[in-house]
């Protein structure tokens, strides 16, 4: 239990909590346990990443389109 405690405390750094995982992910001195764990951190990341960018984009697009309809008096 305590190694997973310390797994979470070391992802809550920005940066290096990344590299850690890319370590522990695709590390060969890692448990498994611990590999899996990693590597699925690392995915819902991504899917987070992703789904902000895509939320992003829709929500530019919706601004850009209510400002072109706008009239200036």
Do not use: C, H
Not at 17 to 42: C, D, H, Q
């Amino acid at each position: 239990m305590g190694q997973y405690l310390i797994m979470f405390l070391i992802t809550a750094i920005p940066i290096a909590g990344i590299v850690m995982l890319f370590i522990w992910g695709f590390g060969s001195e890692t448990g498994p346990n611990k590999k899996n764990f990693a590597r699925a951190y690392l995915v819902m990341m991504a899917i987070a990443v992703g789904a902000a960018i895509l939320i992003s984009i829709v929500m530019g697009a919706i601004m850009a389109f209510v400002v072109s309809t706008m009239y200036y008096y």
